[in-house]
């Protein structure tokens, strides 16, 4: 840059890279739409899996979008930016994190038509927005409202997560587990219900097969009992919870005790004992048979607690406490000199069993337990971390209809319903603006026509019948990608919460229209750009 005088005027250090205009939008768009087509091929129950390998060989093996995107090494500012809309996604929904990135890459596709024809990004951003919005006051306008007591529908919305994931194969038994344990730990609250899926801990040990997975009416503690004499089984538990060391303090400040005598060594251990025979005999006095400490147990302690037939488990997470207070009823104390026996929970049964080599306690049998444990098997680890991860996303969807009772059918069916009614909304607009807004409608196809290629149908013959059907005012139309045809999704059971959608929508538009209104990228001199490729989609393997 020059003054009048024409001497430089050094504004940036020297090495920046800068990215300008049309180049700059071309090289972002580009780069997220890599990460779309990326986990593209992920989508629905007919999607493909991916083989993440890292730098210490570590292998994950998944079909879930964010765990895709969080295991690569995104470099590119504006995939990075994609990343964030499948951990936006999973945190407010628990699912439908592919679905999110590919319609913000869709999306982008379109702009990139729009600007190749001159249109401004900042029309095509506001006609985007009014599009998102639009959308979004459809889905809720088609969303039906369920009843959160119907264990069928919410079976139906289990197994829809579930399906094309490695759960697959016992969908049907994880479903009756996973609704099980949310209506066990959802509570009323005025109209509506409260859940905190925190109280749900998901186990996973290898051994078994899926089938063997099971939901536990209390809570599963990876710990065992601290001394070898001490009972493995207590039927009719009554429990104790302490945040309390059974331990002799040490003094807060630094102190020391001079002695100059075996006597008084001897004095010192006899006092110690005692106050450890103390702490045990007001144990035995609340009438505990067993106990959960979150802190540590002395050796003395451990023999003397073992001498009156309680269990003692010690150094037990403080997650893990809270969750036991709310399965078995109880108080978490760091006192005790305020033990009662109104503050001991209730199990009927503890157990201590050997599961993959690890010892582990059992808490069941719980009265009315809001916490509760799903023990996840499978016979490797690749396979049990794929089950989790489906459990996780079913659990997130069941816990989504839970508070919001509102639903949609799958199979690209509500994002054929929208972009219908989008294009209809287009022709009522006036500027160029109606053209963004009918490029989001376009954009939303891009869920059945993944759908159908990712079942290795023709996308287009699946589009077409899905438009005759939507315009003949079949709401609820879309992809059967095992029979090939478009079907009432609703009466073939593939349901969804309607949050997924309206979450994904917003997400991706969002993103989108940020990306677009970037049109300068200057990167320090550290920073390492990479490189636009050529032309077209090849060679993009680069950006990541």
Same mark, same amino acid.
């Given at each position: ?36 087509d990326?986990?593209?091929?992920t ?9 993440l ?16 995107l ?60 009014m ?9 809720n306008k088609?969303g ?29 038994? @994880? !479903? &009756?587990?996973?609704?099980? $344990? =949310?209506k066990? *730990?959802?509570?009323?609250d005025g109209?509506?219900?409260t ?30 009992g ?32 001079n ?30 048979n ?14 003397? @607690? !073992? &001498?009156?037939?309680?269990? $003692? =488990?010690?150094? *037990? ?6 969750k036991?207070?709310k399965?078995?009823s ?5 006192n ?5 026996t ?28 809001k ?10 680890n690749?396979v ?53 807004? &009918?490029?989001?409608?376009? $954009? ?84 390492s ?16």
């Amino acid at each position: 840059m020059t003054n009048g005088t024409n001497q430089p005027i050094i504004v940036l250090p020297e090495g920046f890279q800068r990215n300008m205009g049309r180049n700059a939008q071309r090289t972002n768009i580009l780069a997220a739409r890599v990460i779309a087509d990326t986990v593209r091929t992920t989508l629905g129950p007919k999607g493909m899996d991916k083989m993440l390998v890292d730098s210490l060989g570590d292998v994950v093996v998944t079909n879930d979008g964010v765990t895709i995107l969080e295991e690569m090494e995104i470099e590119h500012p504006a995939a990075k930016m994609m990343v964030e809309i499948a951990k936006t996604q999973e945190e407010e929904v628990g699912d439908g994190t592919t679905t999110s990135v590919v319609i913000a890459g869709e999306l982008l596709k379109k702009a990139e038509d729009l600007l190749d024809q001159n249109i401004h990004s900042s029309v095509i951003s506001k006609g985007y927005r009014m599009a998102s919005e639009k959308a979004i006051e459809i889905l809720n306008k088609i969303g039906k409202i369920i009843d959160v007591n119907d264990t069928d529908i919410l079976e139906k919305i289990a197994i829809t997560a579930m399906t094309g994931k490695n759960a697959e194969m016992s969908k049907d038994k @994880l !479903s &009756k587990i996973l609704v099980t $344990a =949310i209506k066990q *730990v959802t509570e009323k609250d005025g109209d509506g219900y409260t859940l905190d899926l925190d109280n749900i801990k998901v186990e996973k040990k290898t051994g078994g097969g899926i089938d063997d997975s099971e939901l536990i009416n209390g809570l599963l503690i990876d710990k065992e009992g601290v001394h070898s004499d001490m009972p493995k089984k207590v039927e009719k538990a009554k429990i104790l919870l302490l945040d309390t060391a059974l331990e002799v303090k040490e003094p807060e400040t630094d102190a020391k005790i001079n002695i100059t005598s075996p006597t008084q060594l001897q004095e010192f251990v006899e006092q110690e004992e005692k106050m450890l025979k103390e702490m045990v005999e007001k144990v035995k006095k609340s009438g505990a048979n067993v106990v959960f400490c979150q802190k540590g147990i002395d050796d003395i302690a451990q023999y003397h @607690l !073992s &001498k009156a037939g309680i269990l $003692a =488990i010690r150094r *037990v997470k403080k997650s893990d406490m809270e969750k036991l207070a709310k399965a078995i009823s109880g108080k978490v104390l760091n006192n005790l000199e305020e033990i009662t026996t109104t503050d001991l929970g209730f199990a009927g049964l503890i157990e201590q069993q050997k599961i993959a080599g690890d010892e582990m306690t059992f808490v069941r049998r719980c009265k009315n337990p809001k916490a509760v444990t799903i023990l996840v098997r499978g016979g490797t680890n690749h396979v049990i971390d794929e089950v989790e991860r489906a459990v996780k996303d079913a659990l997130g969807d069941l816990a989504s209809v839970v508070k919001d009772k509102r639903v949609v059918a799958g199979g690209g069916a509500p994002e054929m319903e929208v972009s219908k009614e989008l294009i209809k909304y287009s022709q009522t607009l006036q500027g160029r603006e109606q053209l963004a807004v &009918k490029a989001f409608a376009e $954009a939303l196809e891009v869920i059945p026509r993944t759908l159908a290629e990712n079942a290795g149908f023709d996308p287009i013959d699946t589009l077409v019948q899905l438009k005759a059907e939507h315009e003949k005012n079949n709401l609820w139309a879309g992809v059967d990608v095992f029979m090939n045809k478009s079907v009432d999704m609703w009466e073939k059971g593939v349901i969804e919460p309607l949050k997924v959608k309206t979450q994904a929508v917003q997400s991706a538009s969002e993103v989108s229209i940020m990306i677009l209104r970037i049109d300068d990228v200057i990167a320090a001199s550290k920073t390492s750009m990479p490189p636009m490729p050529p032309q077209g989609m090849g060679g993009m393997g680069g950006m990541m």
